[in-house]
């Protein structure tokens, strides 16, 4: 017999060797319809699988949230027998569960297009109605190398390989159909239901290595019911229109040229509103008591030696060797010069805290099926800072940079904002000890701010835990942008000290922050955010003075001239069109505000102001005029650091 426990504590016995099949038999009929999977001491398992004698036990129906994962992993093996029933000579990679759905990588020649989707589709729809139970197997290591090998799996034997000996070799079969697999999976292909959809196909590297083979890989979306598909479908249209590739072109602000994958060719437009992000985070910083630095962009490598970026962080850096054969690094991260900056003359207790910040360009190498427009590029523009302080002063200091990022998210329209505390991961640098004090220190400034969060075992930088601030769009998507780090390691590394209110010396505690994190992401994401509609204190081009007619030009010219001295960004539109073809075009480009002149302004000395997105109109002398769009415009002011707001 088994003891085992159930959700509400109370125990119940079993025979030895029982599933959780079996344990829904003994609940009763309800329980045998309802249940997918279980849960084993917070694992999730298969029905089939038997249960440890101890165990806390939960039955899983298939609309428990926690099944969702188990429906996209499901799906992605359908959709690998469906490629292989199809295509019979095409080999199968991996095919994981992802966020929102699944994908699988296949080897195909020729690769598959969108047009192979809905064939595709159609036959993983008879797989699913045709409800073939998942069948657990475990294989001796040379049973499972000899099937493979006779397929002709060659991704599938890489696979193998790399599991370590002694673990088991276990493989999922559905009808004739199996992969390789730790699993688990639901009762049957029936289980995974028809919430799902084909979206689209790319290419993608073998293990996301660039020497490796191009592999076509198919990707799908996948809900528990229809109406979450149907609202994520919804979701995906609306991000297409929102897409900052195609805003960027329409409002003339960047593009990317081939001779430099992953570095972004800046527009006047583009340009002037990523300076305007940074005169913003520039006075933010200041009124918190920042001072701007700023370090080279390439460094010998002792630096990253003694930094450990060398030898933790090479594969994502860019080398280069000079003719004297000493070996440089361009600077994937700003902390290792600040450290350098840190260490020029004395500091006292009473220097601290000393915060030091960068608009730093770094560099690095993202494998070229990674890159992605501004969300994901080689290089990119940092508001990076870092704070040398006391222990004692470390959690009041984490308070006010978690104050700082959420203000300044509110002043983007981001009010949904999740908090991750990632903890130390197996790669790392530095005593036990000190990693205690840093995952500390954080948690209790999040616990003394009220902050709910949520904690991600083992993702941390290599040389400290951080915190993550995740924004949610106005459709619904989460970005990852600032972040927070306590670091005990780097001043250890470097030597770097102060003298103590004793006059010993001691190494200061450094906090690694960013805001944006990077500003070219963090770009790109406020565009789709805002479907390119800026603010209007933020708009590259705030206004556009049209003419209705040739008599209203002069009067044009001295209204723009006249509001460029104020200080606002003004563009004039004296072409010989009609104003309704003018007001669409610059519609498109999303200016926020249109003015529009014509005989009877001219002869008045007025201005017709119309607003994007609204077909209300309001007339005002220029001197109006001028105060009204000056209020207007006003980037958000700010009294302190801790988010309390002047305006």
């Not at 084909?198 to 590297?205: K, W």
């Not at 083979?213 to 019911?225: C, E, K, N, T």
């Not at 006292?348 to 890159?371: I, M, N």
């Not at 400034?445 to 993550?468: I, M, N, R, S």
Request: proline share 6%; hydrophobic share 40%.
């Amino acid at each position: 017999m088994i003891r085992i426990r159930l959700p509400d504590g109370s125990p119940r016995a079993l025979a030895a060797q029982s599933t959780g099949a079996d344990l829904a038999k003994a609940l009763g009929p309800a329980f045998v319809r309802a249940s997918v999977a279980v849960l084993v001491n917070d694992q999730p398992r298969d029905l089939a699988a038997p249960l440890p004698d101890g165990a806390s036990v939960e039955l899983l129906s298939r609309d428990d949230p926690r099944v969702l994962e188990l429906i996209r992993h499901d799906l992605a093996h359908i959709l690998g027998e469906a490629v292989q029933r199809l295509w019979p000579a095409t080999k199968a990679a991996i095919g994981p569960a992802i966020d929102h759905g699944f994908y699988y990588d296949f080897d195909r020649d020729p690769p598959f297009t969108p047009e192979d989707l809905p064939r595709i589709e159609a036959e993983m729809r008879q797989i699913i109605a045709a409800r073939t139970p998942f069948i657990r197997e475990e294989w001796p290591r040379e049973r499972a190398r000899a099937h493979f090998a006779a397929a002709g799996e060659a991704y599938k034997l890489a696979l193998l390989e790399a599991i370590p000996e002694g673990a088991p070799v276990t493989v999922y079969r559905q009808g004739d159909w199996l992969d390789l697999c730790r699993g688990p999976h639901l009762r049957d292909t029936g289980d995974a239901g028809t919430a799902f959809a084909l979206t689209r196909v790319a290419g993608a590297y073998w293990r996301g290595d660039s020497n490796n083979p191009m592999l076509s890989r198919i990707y799908g979306v996948a809900f528990a019911d229809r109406p979450a598909l149907e609202a994520h479908m919804t979701m995906l249209a609306e991000a297409e229109t929102r897409d900052h590739r195609r805003l960027g072109r329409e409002m003339d602000l960047f593009h990317f040229e081939e001779v430099a994958p992953g570095a972004v060719f800046w527009h006047p437009k583009g340009w002037r509103l990523f300076q305007t992000l940074i005169t913003y985070l520039r006075d933010r910083q200041e009124q918190a008591g920042y001072q701007e630095v700023n370090s080279p962009d390439i460094m010998d490598r002792a630096l990253w030696e003694t930094s450990g970026h060398w030898q933790n962080y090479r594969q994502n850096m860019f080398l280069a060797k000079t003719e004297d054969d000493r070996d440089y690094a361009l600077k994937p991260m700003n902390c290792p010069g600040h450290m350098l900056i840190y260490g020029q003359g004395t500091k006292s207790y009473r220097d601290l805290p000393l915060k030091l910040a960068e608009f730093g360009k770094v560099h690095r190498y993202e494998p070229s099926g990674a890159l992605h427009g501004l969300l994901r590029v080689r290089s990119f523009t940092q508001d990076d800072a870092h704070i040398y302080c006391t222990p004692d002063q470390l959690t009041a200091e984490c308070l006010k940079v978690n104050d700082l990022v959420l203000s300044i998210y509110r002043d983007f329209g981001f009010e949904e904002v999740r908090i991750k505390l990632s903890t130390r991961p197996e790669n790392r640098i530095g005593a036990e000890e000190s990693w205690d004090r840093a995952e500390s220190a954080l948690r209790e400034a999040l616990d003394q701010a009220g902050h709910p969060y949520t904690v991600f075992e083992g993702e941390g930088a290599f040389y400290g835990p951080k915190l993550e601030y995740v924004l949610r769009d106005a459709i619904g998507r989460d970005w990852q942008c600032g972040t927070l780090q306590v670091d005990f390691n780097l001043p250890e590394r470097f030597g770097t000290t102060y003298v103590t209110a004793k006059g010993e010396k001691a190494a200061p505690v450094m906090l690694h922050r960013a805001l944006f994190g990077s500003l070219e992401r963090f770009t790109g994401i406020l565009i789709e955010h805002v479907a390119g509609h800026l603010p209007l204190w933020l708009a590259p081009v705030q206004a556009v003075v049209a003419t209705v007619t040739e008599a209203a030009d002069d009067w044009a010219v001295e209204v723009a001239q006249a509001l460029r001295q104020a200080g606002l960004r003004v563009e004039t539109d004296l072409r010989n069109e009609k104003i309704g073809y003018k007001v669409r075009e610059h519609a498109l480009q999303k200016i926020p505000l249109q003015i529009v002149l014509g005989g009877r302004e001219a002869a008045n000395r007025t201005l017709t102001l119309r607003r994007h997105g609204s077909n209300d109109t309001q007339t005002l002398a220029l001197e109006a005029a001028v105060e009204t769009l000056l209020a207007a415009a006003r980037p958000p002011r700010h009294s302190d650091d801790h988010g309390r707001k002047t305006r």
